[in-house]
């Protein structure tokens, strides 16, 4: 990949994973308003959650490229950024499964708190423009029933998922306070859409579903989430990096509607596959379980223009329909590792509910 005159080159972390791809391939394609402005290099481990197949059909385009490799490798990190083509970095890479983060914290502090100091020190000496660092809602914690978090809401970690990113906000606010470093976080809420690893909720129980396997709901099912469709997230981080204001905060999250009971998510997908009820299991709980998210998204909309424009009944119908079209790509996912943390995280619990 050659740099345009009047492009500008920026390295995506984290990209072959559910929003780093979604984000690249709709940066690279029509619908994106700036999409002959930008050239995107994805950096990625290729983890269990990593895969080139999320990224398959760009390989051809002149404007894409793709390196592996860990965001802690210093390094590597300071070959890609010294020949100063790269002029930001939108950091997506994390370890992002809060179950996984229950049985294994130690590989959230590396990645997450590590791997975001690393890129941060590099964007800094390598003179980079802007770095627009991915987060998340659940640095808030947990809402009761009522209330909405806003970008001052105090953060209060419930998991080591949550508590590693609540630390890589602050350190990328922190290199703005010190340093002047043009950084800007974006907290959004539960994405969902096309290639999301089945692991997480709605993706886990389509696949299950289509399988007819057991839906393991997590307690009594009245945890709310706030969905919001992957491509209204890209959409908000390109007016974050477009126009975002350094050392500012920046909350994304679904419209009031998209706020919903994991169960009523859980009966939608059954509905729309028209599988049975009898698939769902209620299951022990999550340890740390946060209860409600629900995003104030006044100051994006207010700055940057940028609200949520799929409903979650258009979004969830698309996602399905992907799933279905797209057997192969949850095939070759759900193999080897991923199947030794299902069998540890559902395997018990599913055997004490059909007790
Ligand atoms: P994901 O787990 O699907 O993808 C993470 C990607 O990072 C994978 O491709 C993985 O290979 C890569 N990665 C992991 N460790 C790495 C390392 N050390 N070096 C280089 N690459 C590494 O995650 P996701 O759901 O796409 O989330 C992306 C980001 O968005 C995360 O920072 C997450 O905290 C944030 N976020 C996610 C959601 C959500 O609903 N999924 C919501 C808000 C914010
Ligand atoms: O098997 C399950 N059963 C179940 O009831 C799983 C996987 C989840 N759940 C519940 C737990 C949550 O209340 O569904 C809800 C959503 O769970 P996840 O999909 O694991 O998402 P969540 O824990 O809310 O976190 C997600 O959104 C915020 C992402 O994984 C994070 O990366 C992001 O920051």
Redesign the pocket.
């Known amino acids: 990949m050659s740099k345009q005159k009047n492009v500008k080159k920026i390295l995506v972390t984290g990209g072959a994973g559910f929003i780093g791809s979604n984000f690249t391939r709709w940066m690279l394609s029509s619908d994106c308003p700036s999409n002959n402005k930008y050239e995107i290099v994805v950096l990625d481990a290729l983890t269990y959650a990593g895969n080139l197949g999320n990224l398959k059909g760009l390989e051809s385009t002149n404007s894409f490229e793709f390196v592996k490799g860990d965001i802690r490798d210093e390094v590597l990190i300071n070959n890609l950024l010294k020949a100063g083509e790269i002029s930001a970095i939108v950091h997506f890479a994390?370890e992002?499964?809060?179950?996984r983060s229950i049985v294994d914290p130690l590989s959230f502090v590396r990645t997450n708190v590590e791997g975001t100091q690393v890129l941060l020190h590099a964007a800094r000496m390598n003179k980079l423009e802007k770095f627009i660092h991915i987060s998340?809602?659940?640095v808030y914690g947990s809402l009761g029933p009522t209330g909405s978090f806003v970008e001052t809401t105090p953060l209060d970690p419930s998991s080591a998922?949550?508590a590693s990113?609540a630390a890589s906000d602050l350190l990328a606010l922190a290199a703005y306070r010190t340093h002047g470093q043009h950084v800007c976080v974006t907290r959004?809420?539960?994405?969902y859409g096309p290639y999301q690893f089945p692991?997480?909720?709605?993706p886990?129980?389509i696949n299950n579903a289509l399988n007819d396997k057991p839906l393991?709901?997590?307690?009594n099912?009245k945890?709310i989430?706030s969905w919001l469709y992957v491509d209204d997230h890209s959409d908000a981080i390109l007016r974050v990096l477009e126009n975002g204001r350094a050392g500012e905060v920046y909350n994304i999250g679904g419209s009031s509607s998209a706020e919903i009971e994991?169960k009523d998510v859980t009966v939608k997908i059954l509905k729309e596959l028209g599988k049975p009820s009898t698939l769902i299991r209620h299951?022990e709980d999550?340890l740390g379980?946060?209860l409600r998210?629900s995003v104030d998204y006044t100051k994006i909309k207010q700055e940057l223009g940028w609200e949520p424009k799929v409903s979650f009944d258009d979004g969830i119908k698309k996602t399905i329909a992907w799933y279905l079209a797209n057997n192969d790509w949850s095939k070759s996912v759900l193999s080897g590792e991923y199947l030794n943390f299902y069998d540890l995280n559902?395997s018990a619990r599913l055997k004490k509910a059909a007790n």
């Open positions: 994390a992002s499964h809060v179950d998340t809602d659940e998922y949550s990113k959004c809420t539960n994405n692991e997480k909720l709605i886990l129980f393991p709901l997590y307690g099912g945890n989430r994991n299951v999550r379980h946060d998210y559902y």
